[in-house]
T-cell receptor, first 114, second 114 residues
Framework: AQTVTQSQPEMSVQEAETVTLSCTYDTSESDYYLFWYKQPPSRQMILVIRQEAYKQQNATENRFSVNFQKAAKSFSLKISDSQLGDAAMYFCAYINNAGNMLTFGGGTRLMVKP | GAGVSQSPSNKVTEKGKDVELRCDPISGHTALYWYRQRLGQGLEFLIY????????KSGLPSDRFSAERTGESVSTLTIQRTQQEDSAVYLCASSLRGANSPLHFGNGTRLTVT
């Protein structure tokens, strides 16, 4: 079974600074997708960034970028120029190519200090 | 509607009663997932529907939990004889066709069993 591990229950960053959230996963498949979701207090899960495993290039979305290390099964999220609105729970997620196995990590609570 | 709609947004019930939670996916989305999120924890997979295929029920925690979906439309998650440990937020997500399509989440139903 696929597992996703987020080893940092909580992280804190100063506004305008950079923070990196860690995620590792375990799978025997070669084709899959990885995601980072943000969950603010409103409970709405918001897709932050998506990475296809067959792509070597790291995904980037504005201030958000990933460091995807396929051999190490690592998928960290870097948030640059942190803003107060970035404060939320962040979940790393894995889905297999068939789309029937979407697994989430336990989450990292990010706090942003003004 | 523009997004995934879940109802009710909050539900308080007495231990032993049955509850029914509803999810309206985005029109045309063939894949639908139910997740449970206990307070301060990650998302626990419950069940997955893909089109008219047999659902993947491997995440349902007990036979008190069941879910139905008619075609590619509304899904209902039913919890019979509720227990206090069933208290959680129940999240629904849908996507166009699975792994390589973005997942859209509803705002969840917060269930409290007293």
């Amino acid at each position: 079974a696929q597992t996703v591990t987020q080893s940092q229950p909580e992280m804190s960053v100063q506004e305008a600074e950079t923070v990196t959230l860690s995620c590792t996963y375990d799978t025997s498949e070669s084709d899959y997708y990885l995601f980072w979701y943000k969950q603010p207090p409103s409970r709405q899960m918001i897709l932050v960034i998506r990475q296809e495993a067959y792509k070597q290039q790291n995904a980037t979305e504005n201030r958000f970028s990933v460091n995807f290390q396929k051999a190490a099964k690592s998928f960290s999220l870097k948030i640059s120029d942190s803003q107060l609105g970035d404060a939320a729970m962040y979940f790393c997620a894995y889905i297999n190519n068939a789309g029937n196995m979407l697994t989430f990590g336990g989450g990292t609570r990010l706090m942003v200090k003004p | 509607g523009a997004g995934v709609s879940q109802s009710p947004s909050n539900k308080v019930t007495e231990k032993g009663k049955d509850v029914e939670l509803r999810c309206d996916p985005i029109s045309g989305h063939t894949a639908l997932y139910w997740y449970r999120q206990r307070l301060g924890q990650g998302l626990e997979f419950l069940i997955y529907f893909q089109g008219n295929s047999a659902p993947d029920k491997s995440g349902l925690p007990s036979d008190r939990f069941s879910a139905e979906r008619t075609g590619e439309s509304v899904s209902t998650l039913t919890i019979q004889r509720t227990q206090q440990e069933d208290s959680a937020v129940y999240l629904c997500a849908s996507s166009l066709r699975g792994a390589n399509s973005p997942l859209h989440f509803g705002n969840g139903t917060r269930l409290t069993v007293t």
